[in-house]
């Protein structure tokens, strides 16, 4: 699914580096940015 420049995020959960899982909507009202890096540190 691709986002529109402007448009709101939907709500997302992944683990942080303590394996505990964090959701976007914990952030409501806050400014985020979100950077992935896909294949780091992996073979792929």
Known sequence: MALEVGKKAPDFALPDENGEVV???HF???RVVVFFYPKANTSG
């Open 23 to 25: 959701k976007l909507s």
């Open 28 to 30: 409501k009202g806050k």
